[in-house]
């Protein structure tokens, strides 16, 4: 499975931006999907998981209530949109996705993960 992240860029405090990725490859081996971001010298952390069938969500508690995570799965895509965006939600936001079942719950460690993709940068200037 191949993911490919886009729609990042820059943008100012309170603006907006819908972050795609799109699979490609054995996608029917994809189950759940997550978003990660990463600032350069920190470790990545965990912002958002989608199940397969989009019907449980989770969010870190710093993005609940301003980005929504969904999918549209005859398109093998997920979105990412991020709305009341701060400066401190400057990354590089990475999509992966699970190739096996992992139990229920929602998944938040990288190591959950076994396809990422190359990674879009999101800056948000004040």
């Known amino acids: 499975v191949q993911l490919q992240a886009s729609g990042g860029g820059l943008v100012q405090t309170g603006g907006s931006l819908r972050l795609s990725c799109a699979a490609s490859?054995?996608?029917?081996?994809?189950?759940?999907m997550g978003w990660f971001r990463q600032v350069l010298g920190k470790e990545r952390e965990f912002v958002a998981y989608?199940?397969?069938?989009?019907?449980?969500?989770y969010y870190t508690d710093s993005v609940k209530g301003r980005f929504t995570i969904s999918r549209d799965n005859a398109k093998n895509t997920v979105y990412l949109q991020m709305n009341s965006l701060k400066s401190e939600d400057t990354a590089v936001y990475y999509c992966?996705?699970?190739?096996?079942?992992?139990?229920?719950?929602?998944?938040?460690?990288?190591?959950?993960?076994?396809?990422w993709g190359q990674g879009t940068q999101v800056t948000v200037s004040s």
């Open positions: 490859g054995r996608t029917s081996s994809s189950y759940a």
């Open positions: 989608i199940s397969w069938s989009g019907a449980s969500t």
């Open positions: 992966a996705g699970t190739g096996a079942y992992r139990g229920s719950g929602h998944y938040t460690r990288t190591d959950e993960y076994d396809y």
